[in-house]
Structures are given as C-alpha cells and as structure tokens.
C-alpha cells in the first residue's frame, strides 16, 4: 500500500493465492481483483478477490464464468466490467459485468477486436479499452473501442498511434494516458494521451524507464506509473515515477 502524501510503502495482507496477469479495480473503498494466470493457460484463474482495507482482510466473490489472464476491468455506476484477455483456448473479445449487490456476473456485448495484454479507462461512464495484442508480442495493436454500458454497444474510435501490448493506463480531468508497453525485442516508453471529446491523440512526456506489465494510477493531477519490466519477457523493477498532468 502507497501513501503518496508520505512517500512511503506499507506491506499488508497478500492475495489468497499467487497470481500474474490479473486485472484489477476499486470501488467504494474496496479492491477487487479478477481473473489471473498466462504463462500456463492451464492455471488460468476464474477468481474474483475483493480487499477491504479498513480490516485488511479478503473475501471470494463469484467466480467469472470462465477462467481468462491479461484481461482489463473498471468499475462504472457500480458494475465491474472484466474485458478481453485470454481464456483456455484463444485470445477473448469477452465482455462480463459484475454486481456487487447481488454477486453475480453478466454476459454484455462482445468486444469487437479480441486481444489480451490490454488497458482500459473509463472517462464520462464510458469504458475505453486500448491497445494490447492479439496472439503474442509480434501482433501489438493499435485499437481503441469505446463501451457504453447504457446502451450495451461498441464503437470503434480513432486509434493509438503507436502499436503496444502490456501497457498501462489511467484518466485524469477527462484525459487517457496510455503508458508504455513491449514488443519482441524491447520495451515502449510512450505516453500517448487521448482526449474522448475531440477523438484525437497527441504525444506526451515519455517516461524515464521504459516498461511493460506496469500500473498507473492517478490522483490530484498526478500520475503514478509503478512496477513493470524494463526488458521484453519477464523482468520486473520496482519503480515508481510521476508524472505530473496539466490541469
């Protein structure tokens, strides 16, 4: 856990079990954490893990209905949306909503690229999922699809400039950006930023070090871009840097 006013990390409860790949996302004062599990497609996870940090503990939700790693989900008007990834078989376009009032998951509207290794964010109620891969690191894209969950209907939007899988996104004053990402041989230090009302995308200050499998989390105009590997494949570092947002 990172207090951001403080600088400093706390250890707290572990997982239930270890797991690579998951997606997660919080609301109301929880963290829930789906899914799981790609180097070996017979140890893909279908569990969701909710942490209360007012008691440090974790509980179980309901399962998804089928176990998917390297998938992406956000909450939107109370409903975790657990997209794409990859399940026993093929790379998933999957579309799943949870309801944490009644524990219980939906089928919504498919995905129309499936990919895995994705990254999503959600500006205005909408979910927007961006980049990732199709079948491994020599297939990175560039999609970017828009979710209304009101409507339960995508639609295809203008798309990343560059081509990146194992990236990491945030919104921040109703702006995405789009942090790094891998292909075969080396890693992206992009940050790409796209703004949903004109549908356009620019280039912003790239990070530092560049990486891939990494977290961005945003908070009072700032960005925080943790973790990741600095290397194609299965490096990892423990690096937190800021990037500070206009307003």
Request: proline residues 6%.
């Amino acid at each position: 856990m990172y207090d951001p006013i403080a600088d400093k990390w706390t250890s707290i409860a572990p997982l239930p079990q270890p797991l690579d790949h998951t997606a997660a996302a919080s609301y109301d004062g929880k963290l829930y954490v789906v899914g799981g599990g790609y180097l070996s497609r017979d140890a893909l996870s279908n569990k969701l893990f909710l942490y209360d940090p007012t008691t440090n503990k974790w509980t179980e939700g309901a399962s998804l209905p089928a176990a998917r790693g390297a998938l992406t989900a956000n909450f939107i008007n109370g409903i975790l949306y657990a997209v794409g990834g990859v399940d026993v078989s093929q790379t998933s376009n999957a579309n799943l909503a949870y309801d944490p009032k009644t524990n219980t998951w939906t089928e919504k509207a498919s995905m129309p690229t499936a990919r895995e290794h994705l990254t999503s964010a959600v500006v205005d109620g909408k979910l927007y999922v961006i980049g990732g891969r199709s079948a491994g690191m020599a297939a990175n894209l560039d999609a970017n699809e828009v979710y209304d969950p009101i409507k339960d209907r995508w639609t295809e939007l203008a798309p990343m400039p560059s081509k990146r899988g194992g990236l990491a996104s945030t919104a921040i004053n109703e702006t995405i950006y789009v942090f790094g990402g891998e292909e075969q041989s080396s890693t992206f230090n992009n940050n790409e930023k796209y703004d949903p009302k004109t549908n356009t995308w620019i280039s912003a200050q790239p990070m530092p070090t560049a990486r891939h499998g990494l977290a961005a989390v945003s908070t009072n105009d700032k960005i925080y871009v943790i973790g990741g590997g600095p290397e194609s494949g299965g490096s990892q570092t423990s690096l937190n840097e800021i990037f500070h947002s206009a307003k």
